[in-house]
């Protein structure tokens, strides 16, 4: 215990500056996919899976700022949620577009960036996990464990909806 | 025909075979889907086949495949007679498997009888048959058997030996369920705490333990994560492959295990695994053709997704046999919409002009059973042939017979120009499903026309090793989920991602039971102030899928001749609502108007039958300018992400009374319908129901 703490308070360490980045890619994901769930609406599965997974980035928003207050952050627990007043005349626009096909291919755009996007949180988490071995926090290394595990689900499934949905777009138009 | 088959083939070449899909059943004969699979996967070349059997059937065959890595019943009817507990998870087995009911009746009528756990959220007869009845709210079945699997592990109710000789996945498991208590679930799912102990008691407890899972599970909120914690419970109490010791993850129609083992739902024939390319080269052999030629590149499209190919107009041609969407859908106006535009192509092959057929371009007359010969197979593996007895009435023409027409009009070639369907017969057709299965689980090349003629049914795999067919798979922890072998390397039951080949080559390298651990998430539709109900719909006992046949049969349409809906006494009293009066249900989708039956459902939760559609009304397909009558016109578009099984079970809903009683709903009242007062008169079928069988003694043992 002393000597974590004595670690934490080392002179120049940066765990600060990674936590808040991630907290803040993190928050950035919850939306993209909240984003990705309304502009898809008419794409079912697409729009309650993304929801549901968002909730993981929400959750791990939370357990940030809860772990940034053990470094002196002052993290907001709150991420982006999905009332905002935009989001149901996203989804009205998308079911207007339902019948034509093109739009599909916007759908393939929002995915390859929700895999972008998970790929940098995923590498955030790394650097995170490594960090809190180096300092032996077993507190933080505890999230980075339950957390990165969701955020490389969040990639897969980015990944697998591109594959499932490609050749029907590209091929059959 | 020569429409059907130049339309096919103009999309073919204009916009690629991927604007040809298929939707077929549960109702045929394996001949037919095997025959289906291959026009569609290896003629054409499409992806997008699939079968009803999604909205009944998908979820048994997704979970047992994440959690044995293959389809195929672990269980067999006859566990029925050796167990000491038997469960029925959302399967209200006395009206959806009425000769199977009454075997549990014997017993529970003989000595040394089960004890019976049941978890509906209505009082069925089934859950008045239990020793415990868990009614849970609808969409929390995740919470309720993770409680129940914590309460097993907590008091060592496992096998341990077995976990370790045959499992893969217990810590992850067990790390899982430490959130999941008792307290919480009774709270999320509205159980007593003291059933769910006594319910995890009586699991623990069993030392033959049977469980059945149905709609309840399947069609509800995270399909697959809940049938699989069913799976669990058998894993690590060690209870598999030995009598009295089975799951049988029901089935909803009489051959849905044929359309899932021939290839014609979402699946590849013969459980071939479609991310294995070895699975796929293996298959192009038997068919003689290019292994490119079969589309792989990911799972087969299911239902859900080829309507909404239709509905983006990327498949303009949809061939459906024996099945009436437009009334088993959900969301039955968006369906509507979808099968009647322009650019869409339909054909329908039925016995009767159902909703979706008055919709088509063209339209076939099929045969039913009885006017064509064909096997089909049960849920527990049993084979059974069915042979023709009398002539099919006017132009129509066995399902065979039709798509072999339809093959010839194609002129589908192997690869070295031959027809690449190879037979003109039922009973050929069979023998090229036989060499299809040499090797894969579901072995069948044991059995034959003449095996089958004059028994009772054959269990496969029957072959070689098994020549007269098997009881039970998975003996001795035996399993077919050998990264080579295996059907499915499995998904996310969150995401519904694929798990990638290699990653499940790491978890299971050895082929062994892997049990999979599942996080609760809560419904995606949740009572509000505006839909303060959960309504969920179902079966009742005297009606099949949309009445087609039933329909048309008097006694049963006597029993159960319209819609209604059922509501408890507390919500009636609550709302000022007395048993015959007409309410209107509505969800942001449509509005149902029905007769109120008060029965012993759960308070909060409204229940309509789904059977009842249009086609014995003026309008013809859909409901006349007032409130329809098919429940499906208030569901919600949404499916398991693993099984990608609709979820007709959990959506918000509204219920006004819009009519005063003019006397009784005429809700069935022997059935899970059963009116909370005595004052209904009791549904009887009349002396043209009544059947004299008389037993000639012929000298035979029995």
């Not at chain 1, 808040?20 to 939306?31: G, I, K, M, Y």
């Not at chain 2, 005297?542 to 408890?568: D, N």
């Not at chain 2, 229940?607 to 300018?625: E, I």
């Amino acid at each position: 215990m002393r000597a974590r703490q004595l670690l934490r308070s080392l002179h120049g360490n940066k765990v600060g500056a990674a936590l808040e980045e991630l907290h803040r890619s993190e928050n950035d994901l919850a939306a993209a996919l909240l984003h990705v769930s309304d502009q898809h609406k008419v794409d079912h599965e697409i729009f309650y899976v993304a929801r549901d997974i968002a909730r993981w980035s929400q959750e791990h928003v939370r357990r940030l700022a809860e772990v940034g207050g053990d470094y002196g952050l002052d993290l907001d627990p709150d991420a982006e949620d999905d009332a905002t007043p935009l989001a149901p005349i996203k989804q009205k626009g998308t079911e207007l577009t339902g019948r034509f096909h093109e739009p599909t291919l916007l759908l393939l755009a929002d995915l390859r960036r929700i895999h972008r996007d998970a790929a940098g949180v995923s590498l955030d988490w790394e650097v995170l996990a490594q960090t809190a071995q180096a300092m032996q926090d077993r507190e933080l290394l505890g999230v980075c464990q339950e957390c990165h595990p969701e955020t490389l689900r969040q990639m897969r499934w980015a990944n697998a909806k591109v594959k499932e949905t490609a050749a029907q777009i590209m091929v059959t138009g | 025909m020569e429409a059907v088959a130049g339309r096919t083939r103009e999309l073919v070449a204009e916009r690629g075979p991927s604007s040809v899909g298929f939707y077929t059943t549960g109702q045929l004969f394996l001949e037919e889907y095997y025959t289906l699979g291959l026009i569609a996967h290896g003629g054409i070349g499409t992806n997008h086949v699939d079968g009803n059997t999604r909205l009944c059937t998908a979820t048994a065959a997704a979970a047992l495949k994440e959690s044995f890595g293959c389809d195929g019943q672990p269980g067999s009817y006859t566990d029925i007679d050796h167990a000491d507990t038997i469960c029925l998870y959302g399967h209200n087995m006395a009206e959806t498997q009425t000769v199977l009911w009454t075997r549990i009746l014997d017993r529970l009528a003989g000595p040394n009888p089960p004890q019976l756990v049941c978890v509906d959220p209505r009082l069925t007869p089934v859950a008045e048959a239990a020793r415990v009845h868990l009614a849970p709210r609808p969409g929390t079945n995740v919470m309720l058997m993770n409680a129940l699997l914590r309460e097993i592990l907590d008091h060592g109710w496992v096998d341990r030996d077995y976990l370790e000789a045959h499992t893969v996945g217990f810590a992850e498991l067990s790390k899982m369920l430490d959130g999941y208590t008792v307290e919480r679930a009774a709270e999320v799912c509205g159980v007593p705490p003291s059933d769910l102990r006594e319910a995890a008691r009586i699991i623990g407890a069993a030392e033959r333990l049977l469980s059945t899972v149905l709609q309840g599970f399947y069609q509800s909120h995270q399909a697959t994560a809940a049938a699989v914690q069913v799976n669990n419970v058998h894993i690590v109490r060690g209870m598999l492959g030995k009598a009295g010791c089975g799951i049988l993850q029901m089935n909803g129609q009489p051959t849905a295990q044929n359309t899932r083992e021939c290839g014609a739902d979402g699946d590849l024939p013969a459980f071939r695994n479609w991310s294995n390319d070895a699975h796929i080269a293996d298959l192009a052999r038997v068919w003689n053709i290019d292994p490119m030629d079969i589309p792989h590149y990911t799972s087969p499209t299911h239902a859900m997704q080829i309507m909404r190919y239709v509905e983006d107009g990327s498949i303009r041609f949809l061939y459906v046999t024996a099945t009436n969407p437009a009334v088993s859908m959900p969301e039955l106006r968006r369906m509507r919409e979808i099968l009647s535009q322009d650019r869409l192509f339909l054909v329908v092959q039925d016995i009767f002009l159902s909703e979706t057929a008055q919709l088509a371009d063209v339209v076939l007359p099929a045969a039913t059973w009885g006017e064509k010969t064909g096997t089909f197979t049960n849920v527990d593996r049993t084979v059974h042939l069915s042979e023709k007895a009398v002539e099919p009435p006017g132009e129509a023409r066995a399902d065979l017979e039709i798509l072999l027409d339809y093959a010839r009009r194609l002129d589908l070639r192997d690869k070295d120009g031959a027809p690449l369907v190879k037979w003109r017969t039922a009973e050929e057709a069979f023998d090229g499903w036989r060499e299809c299965t040499r090797g894969r689980p579901c072995d069948y090349t044991g059995l034959s026309y003449d095996k089958l003629r004059g028994g009772s049914g054959i269990q496969w795999p029957c072959n070689d090793e098994h020549p007269d067919g098997a009881e039970h798979i998975y003996v001795a922890g035996d399993f077919w989920s050998h990264p080579d072998h295996c059907e499915s390397y499995g998904r996310d039951m969150v995401t519904g991602a694929p798990v990638e080949p290699s990653e499940y080559r790491s978890l299971n390298p050895d082929g062994k039971a892997i049990l999979k651990a599942a996080e609760y998430l809560p419904p995606h539709e949740m009572p509000s102030e505006e839909f303060p109900f959960q309504l969920i719909t179902g079966r009742t006992l005297y009606h099949f899928h949309t009445r087609t046949k039933t329909g048309r049969a008097p006694q049963l349409q006597a029993a159960a001749p319209e819609v209604w809906v059922e509501a408890s006494a507390a919500d009636a009293e609550e709302q000022g609502w007395t048993e015959g009066d007409l309410l209107r249900v509505t969800t942001p989708r449509g509005e149902v108007s029905a007769r109120l039956r008060v029965s012993g459902i759960r308070q909060g939760v409204l229940f309509l039958p789904f059977h009842y559609g249009y086609w014995d009304t003026d309008a013809g397909h859909r409901p006349d300018g007032s409130d329809g009558r098919a429940a499906n016109e208030l569901t919600l578009t949404d499916w398991d992400p693993a099984s990608k099984q609709p979820i007709f079970k959990t959506a918000a809903a509204a219920a006004h009374r819009i009519g005063a009683a003019e006397g009784p709903s005429l809700a069935p009242t022997t059935t899970g319908s059963r009116p909370v007062t005595t004052e209904v008169p009791a549904t009887s079928g009349g002396p043209t129901a009544l059947a004299e069988e008389r037993f000639e003694n012929t000298g035979a043992a029995r």
